[in-house]
């Protein structure tokens, strides 16, 4: 049975948002630190101050990343269930599950399962895209049959 799709956006939007206020934590930790060093914005040639520079840059990219990924997770329709796989399906095969929402990676559900929660720039996406159950792909040369799409 596939999971249902409002449990699972909420839990990819609880990740989310964890990963956003890691990513502000440590941007405000470096921050802290550049300031209680009297560190200026300008590289040197070596030193913290470039490490530290480059660290709040590294997590500003993250914080944005994880930032779009909430705008495009929120734009999932969590009432529509359509046949035909798209952006905002979940999918169900013999092995595994798959939720259509953004690129967040694998997430345990409560009753243990696994789903992998992909984006449409996945390369899987693209063997899945328009089909419906009954349907197959080519997965590792192995054909996979869609059980159920919601």
Same mark, same amino acid.
């Given at each position: 049975?596939?999971?249902?799709? !409002?449990?699972?956006? /909420? ?8 990963? =956003? ?5 440590? $941007?405000?930790?470096?921050?802290? *630190? $550049? ?12 030193? *913290? ?18 930032? !779009? $990924?909430?705008?495009?997770? *929120? ?6 269930? /359509?046949?035909?796989? !798209? ?21 345990? $559900?409560?009753?243990?399962? =696994?789903?992998?929660?992909? *984006? ?31």
């Amino acid at each position: 049975m596939v999971p249902n799709k !409002k449990e699972l956006f /909420s839990k990819c939007l609880q990740l989310v948002d964890e990963k =956003i206020e890691k990513f502000q934590a440590e $941007m405000d930790n470096i921050k802290e *630190s $550049m300031e209680a060093n009297d560190v200026h914005t300008d590289y040197d040639e070596e030193g *913290s101050k470039g490490e530290l520079l480059g660290d709040f840059e590294k997590y500003a990219t993250y914080l944005d990343n994880a930032q !779009k $990924m909430k705008q495009t997770l *929120s734009t999932v329709d969590r009432e529509h269930y /359509s046949e035909y796989i !798209k952006f905002g399906s979940v999918i169900e095969t013999k092995n595994n599950f798959y939720f259509i929402a953004g690129p967040i990676g694998n997430l345990k $559900m409560e009753d243990g399962r =696994i789903v992998h929660v992909i *984006s449409t720039e996945a390369p899987i996406f693209e063997k899945l895209k328009g089909k419906k159950a009954g349907d197959t792909f080519l997965l590792n040369d192995e054909e996979v049959e869609i059980l159920e799409v919601h």
